[in-house]
């Protein structure tokens, strides 16, 4: 029984395309966990900017260095934060943008 090559190749292209449908599918997943967390972090983030915020608009009564150098540091983190928040969402931005392109 004499079987022709083209069957060999039939077979290895079938194995390559489970393959990489299988690997897809893990990465595509991988993919939208990630989502999910980077827009719960953007969550918590806006959370924690809107608490600085409001920290920072109360009166300070005390003239102490380091009540000041508290007070700079929250406001440095409140940056921080914002600038984390602004990359994190102008990635999904682009993302967006080039779905967009696609279509």
């Not at 060999?8 to 989502?35: D, E, H, N, P, T």
């Not at 608490?51 to 009564?61: M, N, R, Y």
Request: proline share 2%; aromatic share 10%; glycine share 2%.
């Amino acid at each position: 029984m004499d079987i022709p090559y083209e069957y060999y190749i039939i077979i290895c292209l079938c194995a390559a395309l489970v393959a990489s449908v299988y690997f897809a599918i893990k990465f595509g997943m991988i993919i939208l966990r990630m989502q999910d967390a980077i827009e719960n972090s953007l969550e918590k983030l806006d959370e924690s900017y809107a608490s600085i915020s409001e920290t920072l608009q109360t009166p300070l009564f005390f003239d102490n260095a380091q009540v000041k150098k508290v007070l700079s540091d929250i406001e440095a983190s409140r940056n921080a934060v914002l600038y984390v928040a602004g990359q994190l969402a102008s990635i999904e931005q682009v993302e967006e943008a080039d779905e967009e392109e696609n279509i």
